[in-house]
């Protein structure tokens, strides 16, 4: 399993959309993650260096990808 450590990613501000569908395609297809990989991305996002920081957001996560499941 890939290793899981506090990193920053860098982009320009004009790669924002970029970054902002990779995730939308993630969550999309999160069900056809192995719960290794769906863990490994959660564990990721919440070591992932962020300007915007928050409390508890790995539950935020869930949430967020359970909501938009029972969208589809």
Do not use: N
């Amino acid at each position: 399993m890939a290793k899981v450590t506090a990193r920053h990613l860098k982009y320009d501000p004009s790669d924002e959309g970029l970054v902002r569908r990779l995730g939308c395609a993630l969550v999309m297809h999160w069900d056809a993650l192995s719960a290794e990989q769906q863990k490994l991305f959660l564990d990721q996002a919440v070591m992932t260096v962020d300007r915007d920081e928050t409390v508890q957001l790995e539950q935020q996560l869930q949430i967020f990808i359970q909501k938009r499941k029972l969208r589809d």
